[in-house]
Structure formats: structure tokens, C-alpha cells
């Protein structure tokens, strides 16, 4: 019992990473209908830049704030220099062009910052808090906080604020959105700007508690299109229902049968998703009226 | 003065004229219809003149402005508003959330005002212009509703609206009585005569003749992506090459 509950607190803390990385997902898909596959390397990023900064003696605060703004800077300036100069920037070519992005961000980071892993302490310390007979990293009430704030405010940006409405127009028919006077490549920057800042500020609250390296980017990025896949493509909610869900059957798995199944949950997800019910949790169907 | 003006507008896809060597102005606060057969280029025109496709050669000019280097948003914010044919409404958002991101070109705030929600006034602002709109074309019950759950006609309508939210000084019109159940025809048609007394310049394509003739006193007819012909309704109907273009060369000699 006591056993569970541990594993269901540990899935709910890196479920809660899946769902920011599955945030940073959906927001570029929605606006470009594109698949961001640097959305990983952007949070292995934002870890590594954080740690590195913490190395060299910053305050915490600061190195995170830098981390996410150095990220922030690197995703513009992808978007900037690489992805304005398609001629014909569709869904298939913004993809493909972020798995060079991908690649080349990963390998930077390990020019720039070395291939030894790194780590940042955590937030509160790691002096674990007693919850009934639960000992509980303080870091996990800094992941699930964060993340919460992070969901409503997107949230909020979306439904409630001139520009959120201005992207969501953009996704849905960028011709009428531009004849409403939106210009859409300024919607699209600001979406990689938000899916990278959010992806920056995912790798630095998980690496406490799993430190990271230039190649954790990959795996948590496939993990995290997973739970976007899971919870439904495109879908806000869906991102945090995919993230927890994702994150708390990983643990479940890895807990009660064996460590080896892990990783291998994720996949299984994806592939079930993709069988059975491609539009996920809270997908609707893609009907095109005609 | 004229509010548009094109002058040989070409437009091609591949080897297809679907615009050719297109000129015609249309004067400030008048209604302009453009009419002809299915795949003269209608649409295309206005893709060229809205900036969607670019054309060939030729140019574009806004009231007396040349805009054909201009990307949509940008003739936007000149005064250019459409509609189109195959309806784009945001679907997944709100009927007057539709309208109010059409008023989009009347707000001011830098895009960090945006970012931070500081535009509670221009947003209320928004909010208000879109429902006057909204109540214009008789929509305003619907307000709360999804976008992409209205009828083929109340989207039209919706189209409209969003389109007037920018209080356009010219009007693209695509087709918006096409599709629509003869009792809302006239109120449409009303609609446009409305819009166009409140000094709006309107450039309108549209199938329906009696319509065109009632609200159109000058009238362009495309055939071929070039004019075919070009003026009053009463002479443009009786145009041999207008009625060949429609009924097959048979029907002059009839």
C-alpha cells in the first residue's frame, strides 16, 4: 500500500514533466500544425544551461530564469533564421526541419556545456517532507505547483487575452486570420517562444531529482509526445491528462513488475493510442466539413 | 477617386491564365458585382486583390495606393476586409470570439501588452463592436455558441460580421447568398445595401443575377480570367458575348 502511494507521488511528479513537454507540443502543433521534435532538447536544454549556470555560482533563481530565457532565444532564433526562409513552410517541412533543429541543438549543447551529467540541488532542499508514513521529495510539491501555475496560465493566455485568440484564429485558418489583420509568422514565433520557454522551465524543476545530460533530451521528448498523443493532439487539457496518466503507469509499471518495463511504457501508450484511439483522450475527431 | 484599382492583374497556376491582363477600377462607396461563369477566376481576383496569391504582373492599388507588394495582414490594416467562399470561420472558438478577432485591426496594443492580458479595454471594446455586429445580422443569440456548430447560412452571416468588426473603408464579398434559403436572401441583400449607406465600398460575386442587378449599378463580367464585359446591369444583360458565355454561342443568334 505504502508502496503504491510512493509510486503513484513519483508518477504524479514526473507526469507532471511529461505534460509541460506535452504542453510545448500542443502549442506548436496547434499554431503550425507541425510536430516539434526539439521540444525535448529544448528541456534537456534548459536543465543543462541551469546547471551550468548553478555551477558557476549563480543563484538558483537566476540560472533558471536564465535557462529559460537562453532557450526562449534559441528556439526564436530557429525560428527566425531557419524555419522564415522555407518557401513553403507546411506541416511536413516545419517537421522535418525540427528534427535537423533537434540534432543540431543536442550536439551544441555538448560542445557548449560538455557530455558530463549535471545537477542543480533541489528547490526547498532534499530533505524529504513526512506525509503520514510517505517520505516525499520537496521537489515534488515545486513540479506540481509549477506545473499547475504553468496549465492555467496558458490556459488563461489562450482563452482570455487579445493575442491567445489572435493564435488560435491563426491555427484554425490562417488566410481569414490574416485578412483579420494577424500576421501569422509573428503567431508562429510566439509559439515557439512559449513552447520553449515552458519546455526550459520543465528541464530545470526535473533535474533535482533525475540530473541530466545532453542526451536525456530524446527520451524525454519521446515520452512527451506520448502523453500529447495520449491526452489528444492539440488539446491543453489533454496535455496534463496525458502527462499524469503517462507518468503514473510508467511508475506503476516500473514499481510492480519490473524497472526494465519502464521506458517501454511509454511506447506501448503510443502504440495503443495510435490503434485504438488516434484522436486521444481528449481529441475530437478530425471532421472536415465540407 | 477609385478605392481599387487593378491594372493588368495577371494571375497563373502553371500555364493557366486564371487572371489575364485584368484592369478595372471601382469608385469610393459605390457596389461593384462581378459575375461570370464557374472557374472565370473569380475567386482567384480576389485572392490576388486580398494578397493570398500573388500575381504575376500587374498591380494592385488600395485608394490610390499601390499594395501589391503587401503581404493579407498588411492590406488589413488598410481597410481591406473579405469573405470567402468556402467558409473560414475559427471553428473551435466562440461565435463572438470570431467576430472579435475580426476587430483585431482596430486594436492598438503592442504585442507585450498582448502577452500579458494589460489590454482589458480595447478588449471590452472588442467585445462590444462584436456584438453590435453580431446584432446587425441577427446573430446576437447565438453569441455563446461554437463557431463551428452554426448552419451553412448563419456561418455565412457569421462571416460578414467578423468581416464588418474591422469597419472596413472596402469589402470583398464571395459569393454570400450562394447556399443560402431564399427567405434570408433578401435580409442578406438588405444587409449589404446597409452597409454599403454607411459608406463602405463594396467589390460582390455572386451567382444569384437578380441580386447582382438589384444591388450592383455597375457590373464586371469575367469569362476566361479577362473582362468579357463591363457597366450598367440593363446593357451588361443584353451583351451578346455575355449571353454566349452563359448560354452557348447558339443562344446569340436565338
Not at chain 2, 489575364?20 to 458585382?33: M, R
Not at chain 2, 467562399?85 to 482596430?106: K, Y
Not at chain 2, 434559403?181 to 444569384?208: C, F, K, M, S, Y
Request: proline fraction near 4%.
Amino acid at each position: 500500500m505504502e508502496q503504491v502511494a510512493n509510486l503513484l507521488l513519483s508518477g504524479l511528479s514526473s507526469g507532471s514533466v511529461y505534460a509541460l513537454v506535452a504542453l510545448g507540443f500542443n502549442v506548436i502543433f496547434k499554431s503550425t500544425g507541425a510536430i516539434n521534435f526539439a521540444q525535448g532538447e529544448w528541456v534537456m536544454m534548459g536543465g543543462m544551461v541551469a546547471a551550468t549556470s548553478y555551477a558557476a555560482h549563480w543563484p538558483l533563481g537566476l540560472a533558471i530564469l536564465c535557462a529559460v530565457l537562453a532557450v526562449v532565444m534559441v528556439a526564436l532564433l530557429s525560428e527566425r533564421l531557419i524555419l522564415r526562409r522555407i518557401k513553403k513552410p507546411t506541416a511536413l517541412a516545419v517537421t522535418l526541419m525540427m528534427i535537423a533543429i533537434a540534432i543540431c541543438s543536442k550536439s551544441l549543447v555538448m560542445l557548449l556545456l560538455g557530455k558530463n551529467p549535471a545537477n542543480l540541488p533541489g528547490f526547498s532542499g532534499s530533505e524529504p517532507v513526512l506525509w503520514f508514513n510517505l517520505r516525499i521529495h520537496p521537489q515534488t510539491f515545486w513540479i506540481v505547483g509549477i506545473t499547475c501555475l504553468v496549465m492555467l496560465a496558458t490556459h488563461w493566455f489562450f482563452e482570455r487575452t487579445v493575442l491567445g485568440r489572435a493564435m488560435r484564429a491563426v491555427a484554425a485558418q490562417p488566410e481569414a486570420a490574416a485578412l483579420c489583420g494577424i500576421e501569422p509568422r509573428m503567431a508562429m514565433a510566439l509559439s515557439f517562444g512559449l513552447a520553449a520557454g515552458v519546455g526550459a522551465l520543465a528541464g530545470t524543476i526535473i533535474t533535482p531529482l533525475t540530473l541530466t545530460s545532453f542526451d536525456h533530451g530524446t527520451v524525454l521528448g519521446f515520452k512527451g509526445f506520448s502523453a500529447a498523443m495520449l491526452g489528444g493532439l492539440g488539446s491543453l487539457p489533454g496535455a496534463l491528462i496525458g502527462g499524469v496518466a503517462l507518468g503514473t503507469l510508467e511508475a506503476l509499471a516500473g514499481g510492480l513488475i519490473s524497472s526494465h518495463f519502464k521506458d517501454a511504457v511509454a511506447f506501448v501508450a503510443l502504440l495503443l493510442t495510435l490503434f485504438l484511439r488516434p484522436t486521444g483522450i481528449l481529441g475530437r475527431g478530425a471532421v472536415e466539413k465540407v | 477617386m477609385a478605392s481599387l484599382e487593378l491594372a493588368g492583374v495577371t494571375v497563373t497556376f502553371g500555364g493557366l491564365r486564371a487572371v489575364d491582363a485584368l484592369s478595372f477600377s471601382v469608385t469610393s462607396g459605390s457596389i461593384k458585382g462581378i459575375i461570370g461563369p464557374n472557374g472565370a477566376g473569380k475567386t482567384t481576383l480576389f485572392n490576388a486583390i486580398s494578397g493570398i496569391t500573388a500575381p504575376e504582373s500587374g498591380r494592385v492599388l488600395l485608394g490610390g495606393r499601390d499594395v501589391t507588394a503587401l503581404r493579407p495582414f498588411q492590406r488589413a490594416a488598410l481597410g481591406l476586409s473579405r469573405t470567402f467562399q468556402n467558409l473560414q470561420i475559427f471553428g473551435d472558438m466562440s461565435v463572438l470570439e470570431n467576430v472579435m478577432v475580426g476587430a483585431h485591426p482596430r486594436l492598438h496594443s503592442g504585442w507585450l501588452a498582448g502577452l500579458t492580458g494589460r489590454t482589458r479595454d480595447e478588449d471590452q471594446r472588442a467585445e462590444e463592436v462584436a456584438f453590435q455586429k453580431l446584432s446587425m445580422l441577427g446573430l446576437e443569440t447565438r453569441a455563446a455558441d461554437l463557431a463551428g456548430s452554426l448552419g451553412f447560412a448563419d456561418a455565412k452571416l457569421l462571416e460578414i460580421a467578423r468581416a464588418l468588426a474591422s469597419e472596413p473603408q472596402l469589402l470583398l464579398l464571395d459569393e454570400p447568398i450562394a447556399g443560402v434559403p431564399p427567405a434570408d436572401q433578401a435580409r442578406i441583400a438588405d444587409i449589404i445595401r446597409e452597409v454599403n449607406g454607411a459608406g463602405v465600398t463594396i467589390v460582390l460575386v455572386e451567382h444569384n443575377m437578380r441580386v447582382v442587378m438589384n444591388l450592383c449599378a455597375d457590373i464586371l463580367v469575367m469569362n476566361y480570367g479577362a473582362r468579357l464585359a463591363e457597366g450598367e446591369p440593363a446593357v451588361v444583360a443584353r451583351d451578346p458575348d455575355v449571353i454566349a458565355a452563359y448560354l452557348g454561342p447558339e443562344a446569340r443568334h436565338a
